[in-house]
């Protein structure tokens, strides 16, 4: 018992002098005693709280690591307990602005259905929510990649004060208007919107990331690796082939691949369809439309969720 309790005070000790060596032997900063607080007591003992610290303060770095080097050698079995740990919702571009539109506290609950891992079962959404946008780390961890690179939404507390207090010159507090305006350039780029929860991150969503299939890792380790890190939005395409022109647009800005060109007409793949709608806008000739399916799980739609 006593081994035990002395590896416990070591590790705790190492923590907290890791946390130490990061604010450069200052003080803790208010931003991290907060996280601690909010983390408690279990994982500060188990140290998930340190992996917690260590995405928020060298996100780019962490996130360079897990899509060019982790994610790429574990094999199967890794990724689907990666899987089980760091996973996205995908939005449609209405209910990612509802998000960061709130105008009352919502209180989710019974997530399961929304989120098909083992975490984030209940959270509550607060009202107007802080919001903060910073870096994307999966298009810092590309040699060529998109522009801008200030998309990533850090939604609510504690995570706005630590990523503002740890990254103030790749992160910025913005109003709810900023927010909308660029959900809105990214739908137009073709980008997905994708809510994410992380265990790490006291087992709560966290932030709307605004996703190219080019450089998301999320996206990659679905479509390259078979991880099922991304749930579908619980919406499907739906394609009118008498308005197909066979123009190719929504072929090319499909972020998972779903969709493919039989014969004189667009041709889409349930499977891997996952209801983000950023084919809608590209479709000249208004032949797609996005429809509910409940195989597809429910959606994170804050005004259905709320009542």
């Given at each position: 018992?006593?081994?035990?309790?002395?590896?416990?005070?070591?590790?705790?000790?190492?923590?907290?002098?890791?946390?130490?060596?990061?604010?450069?032997?200052?003080?803790?900063?208010?931003?991290?005693?907060?996280?601690?607080?909010?983390?408690?007591?279990?994982?500060?003992?188990?140290?998930?709280?340190?992996?917690?610290?260590?995405?928020?303060?060298?996100?780019?770095?962490?996130?360079?690591?897990?899509?060019?080097?982790?994610?790429?050698?574990?094999?199967?079995?890794?990724?689907?307990?990666?899987?089980?740990?760091?996973?996205?919702?995908?939005?449609?571009?209405?209910?990612?602005?509802?998000?960061?539109?709130?105008?009352?506290?919502?209180?989710?609950?019974?997530?399961?259905?929304?989120?098909?891992?083992?975490?984030?079962?209940?959270?509550?959404l607060k009202a107007p929510p802080d919001i903060a946008v910073?870096?994307?780390?999966?298009?810092?961890?590309?040699?060529?990649?998109?522009?801008?690179?200030?998309?990533?939404?850090?939604?609510?507390?504690?995570?706005?004060?630590?990523?503002?207090?740890?990254?103030?010159?790749?992160?910025?507090?913005?109003?709810?208007?900023?927010?909308?305006?660029?959900?809105?350039?990214?739908?137009?780029?073709?980008?997905?919107?994708?809510?994410?929860?992380?265990?790490?991150?006291?087992?709560?969503?966290?932030?709307?990331?605004?996703?190219?299939?080019?450089?998301?890792?999320?996206?990659?380790?679905?479509?390259?690796?078979?991880?099922?890190?991304?749930?579908?939005?619980?919406?499907?395409?739906?394609?009118?082939?008498?308005?197909?022109?066979?123009?190719?647009?929504?072929?090319?800005?499909?972020?998972?691949?779903?969709?493919?060109?039989?014969?004189?007409?667009?041709?889409?793949?349930?499977?891997?369809?996952?209801?983000?709608?950023?084919?809608?806008?590209?479709?000249?000739?208004?032949?797609?439309?996005?429809?509910?399916?409940?195989?597809?799980?429910?959606?994170?739609?804050?005004?259905?969720?709320?009542?």
């Amino acid at each position: 018992m006593l081994s035990l309790f002395a590896l416990i005070l070591g590790a705790i000790g190492i923590v907290f002098i890791i946390w130490i060596y990061g604010e450069r032997w200052r003080p803790i900063r208010p931003s991290t005693l907060n996280f601690m607080k909010e983390a408690g007591l279990r994982r500060i003992l188990n140290l998930s709280v340190l992996h917690s610290y260590f995405y928020g303060r060298w996100t780019n770095q962490y996130i360079n690591l897990l899509v060019n080097h982790i994610t790429p050698n574990i094999g199967d079995r890794g990724r689907r307990w990666l899987a089980n740990r760091y996973h996205g919702k995908v939005l449609t571009h209405e209910h990612a602005r509802a998000i960061v539109t709130l105008e009352e506290d919502i209180h989710l609950h019974s997530l399961e259905k929304i989120i098909p891992y083992p975490i984030a079962r209940d959270l509550v959404l607060k009202a107007p929510p802080d919001i903060a946008v910073y870096e994307c780390g999966c298009r810092h961890a590309r040699k060529d990649h998109c522009q801008p690179t200030q998309v990533c939404m850090v939604i609510g507390q504690p995570f706005v004060d630590f990523v503002l207090e740890h990254n103030p010159h790749s992160s910025r507090r913005i109003t709810q208007k900023e927010a909308l305006r660029i959900l809105q350039a990214e739908h137009e780029r073709g980008h997905v919107h994708s809510a994410w929860f992380k265990d790490a991150c006291l087992d709560r969503f966290y932030s709307i990331c605004n996703c190219c299939k080019c450089c998301c890792g999320g996206i990659e380790a679905m479509t390259k690796h078979k991880a099922p890190m991304i749930a579908s939005s619980g919406f499907i395409a739906e394609i009118d082939s008498n308005l197909c022109t066979s123009c190719g647009n929504c072929i090319e800005i499909c972020p998972f691949n779903a969709l493919s060109m039989n014969g004189e007409t667009s041709h889409l793949n349930w499977e891997k369809c996952m209801g983000c709608g950023v084919c809608i806008d590209q479709c000249q000739s208004g032949a797609i439309s996005l429809i509910r399916d409940e195989r597809k799980g429910e959606p994170l739609d804050i005004s259905f969720l709320a009542t």
